[in-house]
């Protein structure tokens, strides 16, 4: 069965303090996964996907197949990127998405 | 394009009255997701549908929980009745579904109170 774990309810550290939002997840398939974003009285919006390899806002996460892990990170945390986080996962067969429950991440200046 | 409506953004109802909430996805978007925010489930899936045929209501709780898209533009959660418990935020989220790109768009949710 598809699950996607975060086990950090909340996390905190300090400006400039490097960042690592851990997300496991397993799925018996090829897996698609995504980290999306909620700021504060703001909607909940895609911030990146392993797929595109990409870098947002200074984020980047790699997947680990053989870990079953996505982890976000980030070298340098700043207080603007206080806000949930939620790892996610792609089932190709039905397209939908599986959330985990959310890192609430607070940087503090 | 303002992106996903819903309606209304909070609602506050006593046990046992029916409660719907409204979702208009984005323009040309063809799968629509309804989801359930709490504390202690984080977010949940509850139906989703792909060119107004629902496809997946798994995550629906119960018998009480209801949701419609007569169209392309418009989709309802209905719950009835409605108790405490259902207490949370809901969030409609559309997307264009493809191989290649699969972002969801969210909308700015609505806070239910069932008191």
């Known amino acids: 069965a598809q699950r996607v774990t975060q086990p950090e309810k909340l996390l905190s550290v300090f400006k400039g303090a490097p960042v690592e939002l851990k997300c496991n997840y397993s799925?018996?398939?090829?897996?698609?996964l995504f980290w999306y974003v909620q700021y504060s009285r703001q909607r909940l919006q895609l911030l990146l996907r392993?797929?595109s390899r990409e870098s947002i806002k200074g984020f980047t996460a790699d997947l680990n197949k053989g870990e079953t892990s996505f982890h976000l990170k980030k070298p340098f945390a700043q207080e603007e990127d206080s806000a949930m986080y939620y790892c996610?996962?792609?089932?190709?067969?039905?397209?939908?998405?599986?959330f985990g429950r959310g890192t609430q991440l607070t940087v503090w200046p | 394009d303002a992106g996903v409506i819903q309606s209304p953004r909070h609602e506050v109802t006593e046990m046992g009255q029916e409660v719907t909430l409204r979702c208009k996805p984005i323009?040309?978007?063809?799968?629509l997701f309804w989801y359930r925010q709490t504390m202690m489930r984080g977010l949940e899936l509850l139906i989703y549908f792909n060119n107004n045929v629902p496809i997946d209501d798994s995550g629906m709780p119960e018998d009480r929980f209801s949701a419609k898209m007569p169209n392309a533009s418009f989709s309802t959660l209905k719950i009835q009745p409605s108790e405490p418990r259902d207490s949370a935020v809901y969030f409609c989220?559309?997307?264009?579904?493809?191989?290649?790109?699969?972002?969801?768009?969210f909308g700015p949710g609505t806070r239910l109170t069932v008191t």
């Open positions: 323009s040309g978007h063809n799968s």
């Open positions: 392993h797929i």
């Open positions: 996610a996962l792609r089932s190709s067969t039905l397209g939908r998405l599986y």
């Open positions: 989220a559309s997307s264009y579904g493809s191989q290649i790109s699969y972002e969801q768009y």
């Open positions: 799925y018996s398939g090829s897996p698609e």
